[in-house]
DNA sequence: GATCCACGGGAATACACGGATG
DNA sequence: CATCCGTGTATTCCCGTGGATC
């Protein structure tokens, strides 16, 4: 827990003990600073990377896993501490005047789940690569790629780029970012990290290396959530046995079994308890979903998209019904300005990626195709708390 | 004035069904 | 019986436009 997440926590104690002390602490897409218990993965990837220790760029590589396996947890804070170095031996901003050592290639992290667009990607790198913020607007994309190009010629160590969540859907494939590095300098090395196995994908066409990352094992998973409730929840909130009981059911996956304890809290503050009991982790387990789909991929939506998943958690049965009857439920809402076609659009659009999923209804009413409603593919008391946390 | 991209709006296409047709 | 057609609804696809920002 770093010193901003203590002080919070401290400030929050006022009004006498509360159960959820940091939803940040606990919240599944909040990657903590050291996470633990991933040694071995640290290594296998500090391996690859030990070139730039000497101010050389490693190969291209590939690190797969499954969903909730912490690969983004342990590249982002790898990459945060890599940073650092950059920082200090001033690597690609200026010319290094220390002698003692190396010069460091320059690190630069890129989640294409926010990163939409070829502008969008040049953007991300250039702006993590320099002092001065870029602007987004009246800046063409070539621009972009011109002032990167000039960046990067001047540099003598270059830069490793993390690019995450490579091949999910509505984000870039591999095909994609071959093309997005095909536009920048050859001295740039590139850290891919997605779910397709190896041998599946064509970027290891392109990959000297790749690393593979397993689910957690069960008492690893129980490690996690203890440590994390310690840092967000009251003290002896959560119980050893019941965070068993979800390190089981969640089956390897950290992101289900944290959302799964961040329901149960949720749920248990409402009702003004101190601990979790029971029949919170069974409800948690109950609405979330398997397979679920990545509360990050959802919290990384439009803000207009989010919005109507906001209004769409709260709608009763009768307003979930067909995906028409949905549209205008949520089409009437005061907050949402968006015409129902538009609603309507949103809801394929969303169900074709896998953020809710189309079921065909039974009901057989004669005249027309039949209709289907929309199902959520991630727990929606986690998804609310979250949304209204970042209003 | 330049640029990007989220929206709107509608056209095109798919599907289900029943009845007509060969 | 198999196939086609018309109607009504659901779903997908496309692209111009305008807001926001620099």
């Known amino acids: 827990m770093d010193i901003d997440a203590r002080i919070k926590r401290r400030r929050r104690r006022d009004g006498g003990p509360r159960l959820v002390q940091d939803y940040e602490s606990l919240s599944p897409v909040a990657h903590i600073d050291e996470p633990s218990d991933r040694g071995p993965a640290f290594e296998r990837l500090l391996d690859h990377l030990d070139p730039v220790f000497d101010g050389r760029l490693p190969p291209n590589a590939y690190i797969s896993g499954p969903f909730g396996s912490g690969k983004s947890a342990i590249v982002t804070a790898l990459f945060a501490h890599l940073k650092q170095l950059s920082t200090e031996t001033q690597s690609v901003i200026h010319t290094s005047t220390r002698a003692a050592s190396p010069p460091s290639p320059g690190f630069v992290y890129v989640d294409m789940r926010e990163t939409t667009s070829e502008f969008a990607f040049y953007h991300t790198v250039l702006d993590t690569l320099v002092e001065d913020p870029v602007p987004e607007h009246g800046i063409s994309t070539e621009q972009l790629r011109t002032r990167l190009h000039d960046l990067l ?29 095909a536009g920048l300098p050859s001295n740039v090395s590139w850290l891919a990290i997605g779910r397709t196995d190896p041998d599946q994908t064509l970027l290891t066409e392109y990959t000297a290396t790749s690393l593979q990352i397993q689910c957690y094992r069960r008492q690893m998973l129980v490690d996690v959530l203890m440590t994390r409730a310690s ?90 019904a067909t995906v028409t009857a949905t549209t205008k439920a949520i089409g009437s809402k005061p907050s949402v300005d968006l015409s129902p076609g538009t609603v309507k659009r949103y809801l394929y659009e969303m169900a074709e990626v896998g953020i809710v999923e189309r079921i065909q209804s039974d009901s057989k009413n004669g005249k027309g195709r039949p209709p289907s409603r929309v199902e959520l593919r991630f727990p929606p008391t986690a998804f609310r708390r979250l949304y209204d946390l970042q209003q």
Request: avoid cysteine; aromatic fraction near 2%; hydrophobic fraction near 45%.
């Open 231 to 320: 840092e967000g929840l009251a003290q002896q909130a959560l119980n050893h046995e019941q965070a068993r009981r979800i390190a089981d059911w969640a089956d390897g996956s950290a992101h289900d079994a944290l959302a799964a304890i961040f329901v149960a809290a949720d749920r248990a503050n409402r009702a003004d308890q101190n601990r979790l009991t029971e029949s919170d982790v069974t409800a948690a387990i109950e609405e979330t979903p398997r397979p679920s789909v990545s509360l990050g991929r959802v919290l990384a939506l439009p803000n207009n998209k989010q919005l109507v998943l906001r209004e769409l958690v709260d709608l009763d049965s009768e307003d979930r």
């Open 153 to 181: 010629n001047g540099s003598r160590t270059g830069v490793v780029i993390a690019v995450d969540h490579v091949g999910e859907p509505n984000s870039a494939d591999a095909e994609a970012l071959i093309d997005l590095f």
